[in-house]
């Protein structure tokens, strides 16, 4: 008794002609004479092979919305008080890096977007770690760059201290000194390297930027450091107050992701590269009032 099949691998079709004798014939040319037994033992090949071309299609078919954006709606998460995520207008417009390119980023995705806020920067990397956010901006430190994926460099910050009204703070290496406080974000990278750098001083960390703000005015701190575009925000609130000249360190702004979602790196880099160049990033930093901007080494 002959019958005939035909199995279609990765779009091709394959004549195969089962014979009486167990005999397979004409697959791609080639002649195989197996017994039954040998027919059982290459049967669990074939099979593996057609199921990982079949993942392998179902990988390469997954488009950047459904990599990027799972749930259907864009989660960016920002804290507020910070150009680079978001801060408010006293009427009432939100702007910020995140909160921008996160929009853009849902326009590019054709997918909504929901703006998702947290009391600190290292609550929305923990939110991003987790899969409940899908992007936020912010610095591509290596301590967050283990929990988190990032894209390449956006722009560049320099970091700096901002010392209270009265203050006779001249530069940074005034602060390493035991009386001196200095304040920083809770959770944050500079809490961590600011007590390698400051040795002598206290390093106090604040919940949040309006709590900072606060302990500046009642002068339980000496100086606030981070990087300068969240200094100039801050001190344009507290009248008298400086944002030193010199810096400490450099802060390289990425968008961060959740780990995972590689398969997306193309898309992100051609939109990171379509961004930069139309000046989109600019635009947005200025609208933020984003000051502190590396320009050059020294």
Same mark, same amino acid.
């Given at each position: %008794?002959?019958?005939?099949?035909?199995?279609?691998?990765?779009?091709?079709?394959?004549?195969?002609?089962?014979? #009486?004798?167990?005999?397979?014939?004409? *697959?791609?040319?080639?002649?195989?004479?197996?017994?039954?037994?040998?027919?059982?033992?290459?049967?669990?090949?074939?099979?593996?092979? !057609?199921?990982?071309?079949?993942?392998?299609?179902?990988? *390469?078919? +997954?488009?950047? +919305?459904?990599?990027?954006?799972?749930?259907?709606? *864009?989660?960016? #998460?920002?804290?507020?008080?910070?150009?680079?995520?978001?801060?408010?207008?006293?009427?009432g417009?939100?702007?910020?890096?995140? !909160?921008?390119?996160? +929009?853009?980023?849902?326009?590019?995705?054709?997918?909504?977007? &929901?703006?998702?806020?947290?009391?600190?920067?290292? &609550?929305?990397?923990?939110?991003?770690?987790?899969g409940?956010?899908? %992007?936020?901006?912010?610095?591509?430190?290596?301590?967050?760059? &283990?929990?988190?994926?990032?894209?390449?460099? $956006?722009?560049?910050?320099?970091?700096?201290?901002?010392?209270?009204?009265?203050?006779?703070?001249s530069?940074?290496?005034?602060?390493?000194?035991?009386?001196?406080?200095?304040?920083?974000?809770?959770?944050?990278?500079?809490?961590?390297?600011?007590?390698?750098? $400051?040795?002598?001083a206290?390093?106090?960390?604040?919940?949040?930027?309006?709590?900072?703000?606060?302990?500046?005015?009642?002068?339980? *701190?000496?100086?606030?450091?981070?990087?300068?575009?969240?200094?100039?925000?801050l001190?344009?609130?507290?009248?008298?107050?400086? !944002?030193?000249?010199?810096r400490?360190?450099?802060?390289?702004?990425? %968008?961060?992701?959740?780990?995972?979602?590689?398969?997306?790196?193309s898309?992100?880099?051609?939109?990171?590269?379509?961004?930069? &160049?139309?000046?989109?990033?600019?635009?947005?930093?200025?609208?933020?009032? $984003?000051r502190?901007?590396?320009?050059?080494?020294?």
């Amino acid at each position: %008794m002959n019958a005939h099949a035909a199995v279609k691998l990765a779009g091709t079709q394959h004549p195969l002609s089962l014979q #009486g004798s167990g005999r397979i014939s004409n *697959l791609d040319g080639v002649r195989i004479h197996p017994g039954t037994k040998t027919l059982r033992l290459l049967l669990p090949y074939l099979f593996a092979f !057609v199921a990982s071309v079949i993942t392998n299609g179902r990988a *390469l078919s +997954q488009d950047p +919305q459904a990599v990027l954006a799972p749930t259907g709606t *864009l989660r960016v #998460g920002v804290y507020n008080g910070s150009p680079t995520s978001q801060v408010r207008s006293r009427s009432g417009e939100v702007h910020g890096l995140a !909160v921008e390119l996160g +929009q853009e980023l849902g326009r590019s995705l054709k997918v909504p977007v &929901e703006i998702i806020e947290y009391p600190r920067v290292a &609550e929305v990397v923990d939110a991003i770690a987790a899969g409940r956010v899908d %992007m936020t901006v912010t610095n591509a430190s290596p301590a967050r760059a &283990e929990k988190v994926a990032f894209t390449e460099s $956006l722009l560049t910050l320099e970091l700096g201290v901002l010392t209270p009204s009265g203050s006779n703070v001249s530069s940074f290496l005034d602060l390493d000194a035991p009386a001196r406080r200095v304040g920083v974000t809770q959770g944050s990278t500079s809490e961590k390297t600011l007590r390698g750098l $400051l040795s002598k001083a206290s390093i106090v960390p604040a919940p949040s930027m309006d709590r900072a703000a606060e302990m500046l005015k009642e002068g339980s *701190l000496d100086a606030y450091a981070t990087n300068k575009s969240i200094l100039f925000e801050l001190s344009d609130a507290l009248p008298g107050s400086r !944002v030193l000249a010199d810096r400490w360190g450099l802060e390289h702004l990425a %968008m961060a992701y959740p780990k995972g979602r590689e398969a997306a790196g193309s898309f992100l880099a051609s939109f990171i590269a379509r961004i930069k &160049e139309t000046n989109f990033i600019a635009g947005a930093a200025e609208r933020a009032g $984003l000051r502190g901007q590396a320009r050059t080494e020294r």
